[in-house]
């Protein structure tokens, strides 16, 4: 069936009224003073066709950090850096089942490795794999690309998010620490943690994710002018993990109820994959106890059903 871009904005809009959160249900992320200020009634979607075509609804001007939609980013270039045999020595390909910054299984997993590259420490190893001679040049790179795919050269990060982060890291550096100790990460720690804070906190829309899902969804060429931004098979790893890990240790049921390669971020963000078919951008910033958006995951199932995008 072909989606007339009329009828989905029509369609969004009714389903943006009908998830508009009150603010009572949910939590905003409060780790960081910057994430707190969110206000948990903003709700967000746009999507992009694979011509392009933009259907938006809802606070759609609100500018969020990628968080975890960023170690998606970061695979796909560590992946086209150094090749897939070098990322799967450090990470491994399982899902969790634990909480995004859980420590627990890096110490009894064999070898001391993360299980996956959506959990924080599988992202953070898979950061320290990127080419560039410094941290500023691995944060030039990450930023260019994400312009790149998202189309969009003014996207940027936000330095007070990014300083919250530095700041208040202790689960981070104790991951990265444990991580160099059983050299899954080599180098200066701090440096890499440097540059995986910066790519938490890049700064986006709504359109942008969407934007970034469209490349992913068109097996790495731009939907626009049909460049190959990535290779397709990395695409394609990166879709699987979205579908295995990227809504966290809620990846099983999102699977179930919702059906679409996505990866969620604690901003309130996630970024959905409909392959072939088109990318989502959706943000409202009130999370759900395991840290996905409590009204973005039932505007995405709500959205699933009406339009029959579960890729099983
Ligand atoms: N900056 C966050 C962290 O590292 C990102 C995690 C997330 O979005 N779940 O803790």
Not at 116 to 134: D, E, K
Not at 214 to 238: L, Q, Y
Request: aromatic residues 6%.
């Amino acid at each position: 069936e072909t989606i007339s871009v009329s009828r989905l904005q029509h369609e969004l809009e009714e389903l943006l009224h009908e998830h508009r959160p009150d603010g009572q249900e949910g939590q905003v992320a409060e780790y960081i003073p910057a994430l707190k200020q969110a206000n948990p009634t903003h709700l967000a979607a746009s999507i992009c066709l694979l011509a392009g075509e933009q259907v938006q609804a809802g606070d759609v001007d609100i500018r969020f950090t990628m968080q975890s939609m960023s170690k998606v980013i970061t695979l796909a270039m560590a992946l086209m850096d150094c090749g897939e045999a070098c990322v799967f020595e450090k990470v491994g390909m399982e899902p969790t089942g634990d909480p995004f910054n859980s420590i627990m299984k890096l110490e009894i997993m064999r070898p001391n490795k993360p299980l996956n590259p959506m959990i924080n420490a599988g992202a953070i190893a898979v950061t320290s794999l990127l080419h560039g001679s410094g941290t500023e040049e691995k944060v030039e790179r990450i930023l260019s690309f994400v312009r790149r795919l998202a189309r969009n050269p003014a996207i940027g990060f936000n330095e007070d998010v990014y300083r919250s982060e530095q700041e208040t890291a202790d689960l981070n550096r104790a991951l990265a620490y444990f991580m160099k100790q059983y050299e899954v990460i080599e180098g200066d720690v701090e440096d890499v943690l440097d540059v995986y804070f910066k790519q938490c906190a890049i700064e986006v829309n709504c359109w942008d994710v969407a934007r970034i899902g469209a490349v992913f969804a068109n097996r790495g060429r731009d939907p626009e002018t049909g460049e190959v931004i990535m290779p397709e098979h990395v695409a394609k790893i990166c879709k699987t993990f979205m579908v295995t890990c990227g809504m966290y240790n809620a990846s099983g049921e999102f699977a179930i109820r919702v059906g679409i390669p996505a990866k969620s971020g604690v901003s309130g963000g996630i970024m959905g994959v409909v392959p072939h078919c088109m990318g989502i951008g959706i943000y409202s910033p009130a999370l759900d106890e395991k840290g996905n958006s409590v009204a973005g995951v039932r505007l995405l199932q709500s959205l699933s059903a009406r339009w029959g995008l579960s890729i099983f």
